[in-house]
């Protein structure tokens, strides 16, 4: 699985031939859906979800997000073994292919906001900066909703 | 084509060593050797022995639940994701059912009792459906809980520096007589749910008689 992943990553950066188009790469991100949940006080992580499409023709990969709001942000996938327990882990950087959306959503996904800087209010919004490979960054606005809430739209 | 590629398995295979190796002596060595020869389901309540206290700070045991059928639920109030997820979930069941919620005990039984204490279940539960109660309590007690159900949790270092709690995000319904009747897993789909629910809480008649 490791060995798929790595050599599709190696076959995607090796192969320019792709790149038709004169605009490319990560100007080709759009970031849809953003929603976190509110937190109590700083002392605990904070989460952020929203979809990562890719609307070009050549694969991006996400490799890191900033925010003045978290001293530490990361991708978390959680994962749920046989036994019902369920772990969360970095993602990684994350490839995202031509027209593909990635899913950074409750129970897959989620952005782990660490060391809060200030508490996050709800009704507020707060900037999320994703860093590409390319040098390309996207800086969403996030919505922060309630601490219930399931989804973008509460 | 479509392809996704991942890459950073790395650290996720570590982990997920780690947890393997840790699940093993748990079932070998650990707390877990006790319940090496059974289904894995959870024990009935009435079977269970452990004394917690709720959100308002007043004991609580498993035979307080016997008599109406239970929601229990495990997990910690500095979870980001898979809890809050949970309890909104949870919330969202209750509503569908309305009236008939107020039949039910729920409960969120912490994991993380160093940092989860009276006060802080309380501020917590209080963002979800009113009828969720928060179990606290001693280490050594809420590990006695943990094994009543056949859930499982280990502290995790983060990259933060802080810790998390792995732990089973499992549902356990029981019965009004206190019988584990089924789960509801965390990856399985929302919307079997409810009539699991209200499959648990038809057997209250069904066990009457
Ligand atoms: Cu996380």
Redesign the pocket.
């Known amino acids: 699985m490791k060995h798929v992943a790595r050599s599709t990553l190696v076959a995607l950066l090796l192969t320019p031939v792709l790149a038709t188009g004169a605009l490319a790469g990560s100007e080709d991100v759009v970031v849809e859906n953003a929603w976190s949940r509110a937190s109590i006080g700083t002392s605990r ?1 904070g ?1 952020a979800y929203m979809e990562i499409r890719n609307a070009g023709d050549e694969a991006v990969t996400l490799t890191g997000l900033q925010s003045d709001l978290a001293m530490m942000s ?1 991708i ?1 996938r ?1 994962t749920t073994d046989a036994r019902g327990v369920s772990t ?1 882990a970095p993602a990684g950087a994350i490839v995202i292919a031509p027209e593909e959306t990635v899913a950074v959503a409750p129970g897959v996904m ?1 952005v ?1 906001l660490m060391h809060l800087r200030r508490p996050m209010q709800e009704g507020e919004s707060f900037p999320l900066t994703l860093t590409f490979l390319d040098g390309g960054e996207v800086t969403v606005a996030v919505p922060v909703l309630g601490i219930a809430a399931r989804g973008p739209e509460g | 084509m479509r392809r996704r590629a991942i890459l950073g398995y790395g650290a996720g295979g570590v982990a997920a060593l780690g947890l393997t190796l840790l699940a093993g002596w748990w079932q070998v060595d650990g707390p877990g050797a006790l319940a090496r020869e059974d289904d894995g389901r959870p024990l009935p309540l009435t079977a269970m022995e452990f004394d917690l206290v709720d959100h308002e700070g007043r004991p609580v045991s498993p035979d307080m639940l016997v008599g109406r059928p239970s929601l229990v639920f495990f997990g910690f109030t500095f979870c ?2 898979v809890c809050p997820t949970t309890l909104a979930d949870i919330s969202g069941w209750l509503d569908e059912l309305g009236a008939a919620a107020n039949e039910l005990n729920v409960v969120f039984i912490t994991v993380d009792p160093e940092r989860d204490d009276v006060e802080a279940m309380a501020e917590y539960v209080g963002y979800f459906h009113p009828a969720i109660r928060g179990w606290t309590g001693s280490e050594e007690q809420i590990a006695r809980a943990a094994e009543g159900f056949r859930a499982t949790y280990e502290r995790a270092t ?1 990259d933060s520096g802080d810790y ?1 709690m792995n732990h089973t995000s499992s549902v356990f319904l029981f019965d009004a007589a206190g019988r584990s009747v089924s789960t509801i897993d965390y990856h399985e789909p929302r919307e079997f749910a409810v009539p699991k629910i209200r499959r648990a809480m038809e057997q209250e008649t069904e066990g009457a008689t």
């Open positions: 992580p989460a990361e978390h959680v969360m989620h782990m | 980001p994701d983060t998390t």
